[in-house]
């Protein structure tokens, strides 16, 4: 594999290096102009005073076939943990969940979809039709609350236009994978006032692995559907309604789990991990004379299904050790209704030196876990919880424009959470917290083409409960999680636009850190595994992104993104664990991306990526690590004015890496601790077609 690694690198290493010319340039300044969505108001990616970044539609066709999954490894400072069938738990700079196997939503990382929050449900993130793809690292809690502490998700599905437009695409692949999809738009009449679109997308895949038991190889497999509508009204000049209703079903196996950590599960009844979504938003815009008003209404309703075969066996295998059979089936709904009036002055300019930004959000989320465990046929445990939490938030954005090159913002979020907690067994909570943050930005460009910028931020997380009757009084709340993160970044490009780069360094101090761990309370007994959140003292999180694109010449260009991250907890004793100056859980201390990209006149396109990363705990509850990994992916195609025609192929060098791991006994008669991972994809290889009017 060295060997291997060692060749793409000088492939990558080795290309002649020329200035850029204008068509490269040309190029490099479009990219350069992306619009971000996800902050107070719209602005160039390049002037934001935030690490941040955007993948546009081109830079995904490019390195991606189906779902957000697949460019995970890009982003600097960016992993997941592996216990689902996509990626639905995110850590970013080393802060996030590992799981949710019981208890209320409480995320790190907010998820949002055309002004939708699927925070902690976001498996849904298909790629088909997606114009671009923004994810801001550290606090974002001034703008989204309590579910971004870590940073966000900002996912933006393209927009009707004025021309009448046609995108379609179908894809084949080994281990029976497949996917097709179009979607149609334009004006709706005669009149441009009316414009809309529709787009659906089929993808199927037989998911990795082959069990033995029942010979078959579809039991980890995924089946997801995606639907999107759109409509924009031009009321009149001042005025303009969207409207966006999404529906996805990702009817997804899951049969991840081998005893030997192998590829071949030995299951007798593999589990689901699904999740029907179906949701709506409406936004309107109103430009005035002095100001904007914009008021955003979303409704989502997901039903998802977690069940796995939790003793990963059946009674063949377990023999005279048995019997010994274990299912756990999760139900969950999930209900959220947001709301958001924003007023907006004109943005800063020559001419005006002062701007303001004022608000009012309020969420509503309703979710019910149904959960039912058998063990030997009869029922192990049956939990029946409902879970509400109403906030309220109040917000506020101010900027100064200090002098023609020099500019001060100040952002200032009131957060109240109001929550209720019920079940069968008669727990009961009903927390309450009232949370401040904030962000002081200084940005000062140093030329034309170069920013500098410093930021302060605080970030905030609400507290919560754990449920589970064993666990003990002492730890059955935990504590609202707070940070500071202290930033400073410069943005631009150099070498007379050939080069477009973004680099920023991060501190950022935890205070009450909350920690997501388990317990197995019998060491004989695999079903006394239990899962709970504890506080921390403190902690920390510290390092270096970035982002970088180079181009060679007027067809070659090289990406080069670099995530450096030292995370420590600085003390914990608690569950049983003793944590003392340790790196925190899936916070690995580097992540790089370096690909080689080639694009002629003719139409001839090729792209090679190497993605690195260091190994990292996979819990807090032991102190067992995943090995650093390094991925290779390629596609090549030729594009015609309408066609284009691809080869891809992922992991090529078929590494196997690991995405997950628990460290506890569940193998009769010694019931001895063992380290159990689940495998990321193997190698994978496929066509893509698309047509495009």
């Known amino acids: 594999m060295k060997k291997s690694i060692t060749l793409v690198l000088s492939i990558l290493l080795c290309v002649p290096v020329y200035w850029a010319d204008d068509n490269s340039n040309e190029k490099k300044e479009e990219e350069n102009k992306l619009i971000i969505t996800a902050t107070y108001r719209a602005e160039e990616a390049s002037a934001t005073a935030t690490s941040i970044s955007a993948l546009s539609a081109d830079m995904l066709a490019a390195s991606a076939e189906q779902h957000f999954e697949e460019v995970i490894n890009q982003i600097p400072n960016l992993n997941w943990a592996g216990g689902s069938s996509r990626p639905r738990y995110f850590q970013i700079r080393g802060i996030g969940e590992l799981d949710q196997y019981e208890g209320a939503p409480n995320p790190s990382v907010a998820m949002i979809i055309d002004d939708i929050d699927f925070s902690g449900v976001g498996m849904l993130a298909t790629l088909f039709d997606v114009e671009q793809v923004e994810i801001l690292r550290g606090p974002q809690s001034a703008r989204y609350g309590a579910n971004a502490i870590a940073g966000m998700f900002n996912v933006v599905s393209r927009e009707p236009g004025v021309d009448t437009e046609l995108n379609s695409q179908l894809m084949l692949a080994d281990y029976g994978t497949w996917s097709t999809g179009v979607s149609v738009s334009g004006p709706l009449g005669d009149s441009e006032d009316a414009l809309g679109l529709i787009s659906v997308h089929q993808y199927n895949n037989d998911g990795f692995r082959d069990n ?165 046929s009869f029922i192990y445990r049956q939990l029946d919880s409902e879970f509400e939490a109403t906030t309220t938030s109040l917000y506020a954005q101010t900027e100064w424009q200090l002098s023609p090159d020099t500019d001060i913002s100040i952002s200032l979020r009131n957060e109240t959470r109001d929550a209720e907690y019920t079940d069968n067994t008669l727990v009961f909570f009903n927390p309450e917290d009232t949370m401040n943050g904030g962000n002081l930005s200084l940005r000062h460009q140093l030329s034309e083409d170069s920013l500098v910028w410093a930021s302060i931020s605080r970030g905030y997380k609400a507290g919560g409960f754990n449920i589970s009757l064993s666990i003990p009084v002492e730890l059955r709340e935990f504590q609202p999680e707070y940070l500071w993160n202290y930033e400073v970044g410069f943005k631009g490009q150099a070498m007379d636009g050939a080069l477009d780069y973004s680099i920023s360094l991060f501190n950022m101090a935890r205070e009450d850190v909350q920690i997501s761990t388990s317990q197995q309370l019998d060491p004989n007994d695999p079903l006394t595994f239990i899962y709970l959140i504890d506080n921390a003292a403190e902690g920390y999180n510290r390092g270096i992104e970035l982002d970088s694109t180079l181009a060679l010449d007027e067809f070659w260009s090289v990406q080069f993104n670099l995530g450096y991250l030292d995370s420590k907890i600085d003390e914990y004793d608690g569950a049983d664990q003793l944590l003392t100056d340790r790196e925190q859980a899936h916070a690995p201390t580097y992540t790089a991306n370096l690909a080689l990209d080639y694009r002629n006149d003719d139409g001839w396109f090729g792209r090679v990526e190497l993605n690195a990363k260091d190994g990292f705990y996979y819990s807090y509850s032991h102190q067992q690590q995943a090995e650093s990994s390094s991925l290779v992916n390629l596609k090549l195609g030729y594009e015609e004015e309408f066609w284009s025609y691809y080869f891809w192929a992922r992991n090529v060098f078929d590494e196997k890496y690991t995405v997950r791991g628990f460290f506890f006994a569940n193998e009769p008669p010694d019931w001895e601790n063992k380290l159990y991972t689940r495998l990321g994809d193997p190698r994978h290889m496929g066509v893509t077609v698309r047509y495009r009017y």
């Open 212 to 376: 033995r038991y029942l010979n078959r190889d579809d039991t980890n497999g995924r089946d997801e559907f995606t639907a999107k509508a759109k409509l924009h009204w031009q009321l009149n000049d001042d005025t303009k309604l969207k409207f966006t209703a999404l529906s996805a079903d990702m009817d997804n196996g899951y049969d991840t789990w081998a005893l030997d950590n192998s590829y071949t599960t030995l299951t007798d009844k593999p589990g689901k991990d699904s999740q029907e979504s179906n949701a709506v938003a409406a936004r309107l815009e109103y430009s005035g004379n002095n100001f904007d008003t914009l008021f955003i209404t979303t409704f989502a309703d997901v039903d998802a299904e977690h069940s796995f075969d939790g003793d990963w066996g059946n009674p063949d295998y377990w023999g005279v050790n048995g019997p010994y059979d274990f299912t756990s089936d999760t139900q969950r709904q999930r209900k959220t209704r947001t709301q958001e009036l924003r007023f907006l002055s004109k943005p800063l300019s020559q001419e005006q030196d002062f701007a303001w930004v004022v608000g009012l959000y309020r969420q509503n989320l309703k979710e019910t876990n149904d959960i039912e465990e058998f063990y030997n």
